[in-house]
């Protein structure tokens, strides 16, 4: 396996919000380049969501999940690796690893509120506070409906840190035909922002 510190590195979180499909599309997309190291967080009621909504069943062991997961999104597991809840000695969880990008999503309303208030007694949590603490990008795809006041609150603070929110709010000009035509719209919003090259993105007037 390349040494991961030789690649450009993000972090992906799949928490509990419903849309588990958007984080696998995410990781099917990211994979498919050439320079790219995943470090994959899953939170428990994630690996509920991903098989109640995408029969993807994840087995507790973090190497055996890498595995599985990637053999779901077509790929082996080279350039992925998932952690545990708890895995302090995660490169995610300290900022003097080299990884300058993370996406939380989707990102459900206990993650995120966890995230704006400086909670991070599980992974997921901690990783987006490195973040945040040294300037770094993080994304969050936010996604419930409908929204309180708390997690408008949580959200404008969150802004004001610098963290890119971009909610699961799949455009229609482009005339989707398909759920997996309205998921690669929201994939490519991310993709954008993280820099990565998305030729297949539908964009206005074009």
Same mark, same amino acid.
């Given at each position: 396996?390349?040494?991961?510190?030789?690649?450009?590195?993000?972090?992906?979180?799949?928490?509990?919000? +419903?849309?588990?499909?958007?984080?696998?599309?995410?990781?099917?997309?990211?994979? &498919?380049?050439?320079?790219?190291?995943?470090?994959?967080?899953?939170?428990?009621?994630?690996?509920?969501?991903?098989?109640?909504?995408?029969?993807?069943?994840?087995?507790?062991? &973090?190497?055996? &999940?890498?595995?599985?997961?990637?053999?779901?999104?077509?790929?082996? *597991?080279?350039?992925?690796?998932?952690?545990?809840?708890?895995?302090?000695?995660?490169?995610?969880?300290?900022? +003097?690893?080299?990884?300058?990008?993370?996406?939380?999503?989707?990102?459900?309303?206990?993650?995120?509120?966890?995230?704006?208030?400086?909670?991070?007694?599980?992974?997921?949590?901690?990783?987006?506070?490195?973040?945040?603490?040294?300037?770094?990008?993080?994304?969050?795809?936010?996604?419930? *409906?409908? @929204?309180?006041?708390?997690?408008?609150?949580?959200?404008?603070?969150? +802004?004001?840190?610098?963290?890119?929110?971009?909610?699961?709010?799949?455009?229609?000009?482009?005339?989707?035909?398909?759920?997996?035509?309205?998921?690669?719209?929201?994939?490519?919003?991310? @993709?954008?922002?993280?820099?990565?090259?998305? *030729?297949?993105?539908?964009?206005?007037?074009?």
């Amino acid at each position: 396996m390349d040494n991961p510190i030789k690649q450009k590195q993000i972090i992906i979180a799949i928490t509990g919000a +419903s849309g588990a499909a958007y984080g696998l599309r995410l990781i099917q997309k990211l994979l &498919a380049t050439d320079v790219y190291f995943l470090h994959v967080l899953l939170s428990d009621a994630a690996k509920i969501v991903l098989k109640q909504e995408c029969d993807l069943l994840l087995p507790e062991s &973090a190497s055996k &999940a890498a595995s599985v997961l990637a053999e779901h999104v077509g790929h082996d *597991t080279n350039k992925l690796r998932c952690y545990d809840k708890y895995d302090w000695f995660s490169p995610a969880a300290s900022g +003097s690893s080299n990884i300058q990008q993370m996406v939380v999503i989707p990102c459900s309303m206990g993650t995120l509120a966890g995230i704006a208030n400086g909670i991070s007694d599980q992974l997921i949590e901690r990783a987006a506070d490195v973040m945040i603490k040294e300037r770094k990008q993080l994304i969050l795809m936010p996604r419930e *409906t409908p @929204l309180s006041a708390i997690h408008l609150e949580h959200m404008l603070k969150l +802004s004001r840190l610098g963290v890119d929110l971009i909610p699961a709010m799949p455009g229609f000009y482009h005339r989707p035909e398909s759920i997996s035509e309205l998921i690669d719209f929201m994939v490519s919003r991310v @993709l954008d922002h993280l820099r990565v090259d998305n *030729t297949e993105a539908k964009r206005w007037g074009e």
